[in-house]
């Protein structure tokens, strides 16, 4: 989780100039704008792609000013009990994350019933022209069904709803308005109908409550709702051949009409001055522009970031690592892998930092890569064991030896360092191993050849 979300925090930082970008100029059409917002989305979300490039590490043992690395010292700290990593900051993260998120989403439900209250409040539509505008759209194949029209007693916005049928329930202040005023919020609606923006303004709502947290994703599902506006607009006046300076004057009179109600689902005035003004430039403004370079500069340059691959340090390396480092004990078995396990003796989960590989007592444990040796001890839960520090942050332990065979100095790759045994909390003879990059544990199957 923690390594999930740095890879997220390095893919925003990257995307966040090409957002702003997007954003800000006006000579990308709005269709291409709203495509690469969504894939910037996606990308955001699943920070993974084609070309890899490793997150940033630390190397030379120093973890930050001042605070030098000792491998030893943080084996011992992180082994010493097993049974500590039961509950990883992963697992925190993760239930306050959980947690959030939950209360995020019962907050929204809340929104969406008091809306259907007012849904539920409000009145059949009795006013001849909208009904008349409907009974047309429906008579020439516009929709399926015959979507109803009510009309609400408070000073919402417009909006959609779904009830077994479509429903555009519109505020009483609607119902003295002209003809060509009526027009244009009913073509907008409908539009909104056809475009199924129910549903994706609901899924894009249900993201930034996941993603609450993320200033990039929250800023990008911003603007994509923002230009979906603008695209119901566009396609609203090619559908029924609106004027601009109509689509305009409704939406003015609506802002000043409606006051600041938010709705999560599809509404045809979400009375910001920002999103206000920005409909009204698309409406006006050609972003179909001839600045051709620009689109194409901004297209390959977000694609490029859209492919690259931000993986975690551990995954990067391992793959470096993969060949130079050779299996500890020969002939061996693996009895016990990497990752959440159940402890032989509480029964309870845990996290395994190693593997086990099981071979007969006094089998030679040889050193996987060349190294000197760090450290060599004996407890009551390890036994005999011994730690090796190799090239590039990497860092190898032994535990449950029988008998250690170098205590000091460096080992040569392939060099016996020492007997397999059973000693301290085992429940057989057996090799505990395990690979560390920066003190970062990592699964030795992905480091070593093992058969």
């Known amino acids: 989780m923690i390594s999930y979300l740095i890879t997220h925090g390095m893919v925003s930082v990257l995307l966040f100039i090409p957002v702003l970008f997007l954003a800000r100029n006006e000579a990308i059409p709005n269709r291409l704008r709203l495509a690469l917002l969504y894939l910037i989305l996606l990308k955001s979300i699943l920070p993974w792609g084609l070309l890899r490039f490793p997150a940033p590490t630390f190397h030379e043992g120093v973890y930050g000013k001042g605070i030098s690395y000792d491998p030893a010292t943080a084996i011992d700290a992180d082994t010493a009990s097993s049974l500590s990593a039961t509950f990883t900051h992963d697992h925190l993260i993760l239930m306050i994350w959980g947690a959030l998120f939950i209360l995020g989403i019962f907050l929204g439900s809340v929104c969406l019933f008091r809306l259907a209250g007012k849904v539920r409040q409000a009145t059949q539509c009795s006013d001849p022209v909208i009904n008349d505008f409907m009974e047309t759209l429906f008579t020439m194949g516009y929709g399926r069904r015959a979507i109803k029209v009510l009309i609400s007693n408070t000073a919402t916005p417009p909006f959609v709803w779904w009830n077994r049928q479509w429903i555009i329930v519109l505020p009483k202040s609607v119902l003295p308005l002209d003809k060509k005023m009526k027009k244009v919020i009913l073509a907008h609606e409908f539009i909104h109908i056809q475009r199924h923006d129910f549903i994706k303004f609901l899924l894009l709502n249900t993201l930034k409550t996941l993603f609450f947290f993320s200033p990039l994703v929250l800023y990008v599902i911003r603007e994509i709702l923002d230009r979906e506006e603008t695209e119901t607009d566009l396609k609203a006046m090619r559908s029924f051949g609106i004027s601009p300076d109509n689509f305009g004057e409704t939406i003015l009179h609506m802002h000043s009409a409606t006051g600041l109600a938010n709705y999560p689902i599809p509404a045809l005035f979400n009375p910001t001055k920002r999103r206000v003004k920005m409909r009204l430039e698309g409406l006006f403004q050609n972003r179909c522009t001839k600045n051709k370079w620009v689109q194409t500069s901004v297209l390959l340059v977000t694609m490029l970031l859209l492919t690259c691959n931000f993986s975690s340090a551990a995954t990067a390396e391992s793959d470096t690592a993969k060949g130079s480092f050779i299996t500890p004990v ?86 016996a360092i020492a007997k397999l045994g059973n000693s301290g909390a085992s429940t057989g003879p057996h090799l505990h191993f395990e690979i560390r990059k920066d003190n970062t544990p990592i699964d030795p199957l992905k480091v070593i050849h093992y058969k």
């Open 330 to 415: 020969a002939s061996s078995r693996l009895t016990l892998g990497f990752g959440m396990k159940t402890h032989p003796f509480t029964k309870k989960p845990y996290r395994h930092q190693g593997i086990d590989l099981a071979a007969p007592m006094n089998t030679d444990v040889v050193a996987p890569a060349g190294g000197k040796v760090l450290k060599t001890g004996y407890d009551d839960s390890r036994g005999y064991f011994m730690l090796l520090q190799h090239d590039n942050g990497y860092t190898t332990f032994y535990a449950h030896l029988a008998k250690i065979l170098v205590s000091k100095g460096g080992v040569e790759q392939g060099e």
